[in-house]
């Protein structure tokens, strides 16, 4: 079945340093590709997709890029912001399953003045 | 424009009891989720609907939970009885259409804790 991987957390970095986080998916068509973001006391929320391979999905300075060879949908930054603390969902949904998103467990950013 | 609402935020039960979660999509949205994120992990569908008919209830544990979308707005989800792995945070989101790429909104979610 259809699955995500995030690498795990908790990622702790300075401020204006570089970041990155792995995503991996499995799935059996072709899915379109989801970072969703939730701050503290907040709900989740969009933070940039693809819906194609080789699509690069970008938002509030966060990069990434659909690859199909590799199943891979990793989310870059180059400086992060005190303000970019949240955790992270990377997600898929398929077009056999009615739009459904399938999330990735979650991977916790913490970033330091 | 409002997002999707959900009630309440908070909810301590104990065990067996019974509760229950309301949501009002974003106006126009045809398509409603309700997602249970349990501490640590992402969040995973219970149910979808599609106007007020159901898609996908596929991860509903039916012996113990239901939902229903009146006039294909406002859903409750119930739990009836509640257990202790129930505890979690339960998601409505909403989108535009069902699909592949489609946005989904999401509400602040109501922390269910069972004791």
């Known amino acids: 079945g259809n699955s995500v991987t995030q690498m795990e957390g908790p990622v702790t970095l300075s401020e204006e340093a570089f970041l990155t986080i792995n995503c991996t998916y499995t799935?059996?068509?072709?899915?379109?590709l989801f970072w969703y973001v939730q701050y503290p006391g907040e709900g989740l929320q969009l933070l940039l997709k693809a819906t194609k391979a080789d699509d690069k999905g970008s938002n509030k300075g966060f990069e990434a890029t659909y690859r199909k060879e590799t199943t891979s949908f990793h989310l870059e930054k180059g400086s992060v912001q005190v303000s970019d603390s949240a955790v992270y969902f990377c997600a898929l949904s398929d077009h056999n399953q009615g739009g459904k998103l399938i999330f990735g467990q979650g991977t916790e950013l913490s970033v330091k003045p | 424009e409002a997002g999707v609402a959900q009630s309440p935020r908070y909810k301590i039960i104990e065990k067996r009891q019974s509760v229950a979660f309301w949501c009002n999509p974003i106006?126009?949205?045809?398509?409603l989720y309700w997602y249970q994120q349990i501490l640590g992990q992402g969040p995973k569908l219970l149910i979808q609907f599609q106007n007020n008919g159901v898609v996908d209830d596929s991860q509903l544990p039916k012996d113990r939970f239901s939902a229903e979308r009146l006039k294909g707005v406002d859903s409750t989800l119930k739990i009836q009885p509640a257990k202790l792995e129930d505890s979690a945070v339960y998601l409505c989101?909403?989108?535009?259409?069902?699909?592949?790429?489609?946005?989904?909104?999401f509400g602040q979610g109501t922390r269910l804790t069972v004791v």
């Open positions: 799935a059996t068509g072709y899915p379109s």
């Open positions: 106006s126009g949205h045809a398509t």
């Open positions: 989101a909403s989108s535009l259409e069902g699909g592949l790429g489609a946005e989904a909104f």
